[in-house]
Structure formats: C-alpha cells, structure tokens
C-alpha cells in the first residue's frame, strides 16, 4: 500500500475568481496588495469560497466588496489546481459576462482595462498561465 505522507491531504483553498470582458474585448485586472499573498502581482479580481457559499455567490459577493460591481450573469470559464508550496489554490474562474457598475478598485489597489493581446505584459501568479492562455487563444469561454 502506498504510502501517504502528510503533504498529501495538504488543504487547499478554493477560490472563486472572474474575468472580465468589456464590449470591447478588454479585461478588467487589479494589482494585488504588498502584503497579500503573490504580493504585488496581477490577478482576476475574486476571492475565497466561504463556507455555505456557492463559487458564484462568492463571486458576486467578491466582485461588489472588491471592485464595486454587480454581477448579473456569469458562465464557467475554467478550474486550475496549483500548489505553490506555501499554499494550495483552487481557482473556479468564471466568466463574467452580465454586470452592472464601473468596476474600480475599492480597496485601494491599482486596476486597468487591458486588451487580451496585451495580458502578457503583466506578472500574473503562476497559476494563471493557463487563464491567460485561453483567452488569448481566443477560445470562446
Ligand atoms: N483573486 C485572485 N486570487 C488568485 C489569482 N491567482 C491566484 O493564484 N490567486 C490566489 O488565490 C488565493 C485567494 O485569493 P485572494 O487573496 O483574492 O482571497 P481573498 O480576496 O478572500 O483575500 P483575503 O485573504 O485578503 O481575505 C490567493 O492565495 C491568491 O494568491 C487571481 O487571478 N485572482
Ligand atoms: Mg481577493
């Protein structure tokens, strides 16, 4: 029987995030905190799933507190597993495709409109390769 060490049942964080599309095909991306973890980096605004609370009710709630919108509609984009050794991430990334609001970032943090070809010009976490990826392969999500 194999073996398990404790690495194995390491907890991982669920994490409901959202990608944003203007009418004009640009993405709404914010600049995370210097003390937060990947600090400093780019990131889909979004949150973590809170206990009794669906990935999409968590989105929604996220999106308001973090940059002020409503979210009216949204579909799955995709899900990524990633293990950053200090923490274990599950991403649920959604893609928004009805809200109300001008996003802006409420808790002070820097955020942009960018356009889908420009993405790569920006330090994302290394989990969101894959994110960045799709988009960019212009897979319908
Ligand atoms: N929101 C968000 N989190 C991401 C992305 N990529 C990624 O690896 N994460 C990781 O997901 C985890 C949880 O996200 P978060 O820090 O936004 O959670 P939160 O809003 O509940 O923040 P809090 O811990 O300050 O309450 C973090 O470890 C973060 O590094 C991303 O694109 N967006
Ligand atoms: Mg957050």
């Known amino acids: 029987m194999m073996k398990m060490s404790t690495e194995t049942f390491k907890k991982s964080v669920l994490v409901a995030v ?3 599309e203007s009418t004009d095909g640009e993405i709404f ?3 995370r905190g210097a003390s937060q973890h990947q600090a400093n980096k780019w990131e889909f605004p979004g949150g973590k799933v809170e206990a009794g ?25 995709m899900r990524i ?36 070809a420009k993405l ?4 994302f976490p290394a989990a969101n390769s894959p994110i960045v990826d799709k988009l960019q392969n212009k897979c319908e999500g």
């Open 29 to 31: 991306i914010c600049r």
């Open 81 to 116: 597993e990633h293990d950053y050794g200090d923490k274990q991430v599950i991403l649920d990334i959604r893609k928004v495709t009805g809200f109300s609001g001008e996003p802006h970032g409420l808790e002070g943090q820097p955020s942009r409109w960018v356009p889908i």
């Open 53 to 77: 609370e669906t990935v999409a009710q968590a989105l929604a709630r996220e999106l308001q507190e973090e940059i002020g919108i409503r979210v009216t509609d949204c579909r799955p984009f």
């Open 18 to 20: 959202g990608v944003i």
């Open 120 to 123: 790569h010009d920006y330090d």
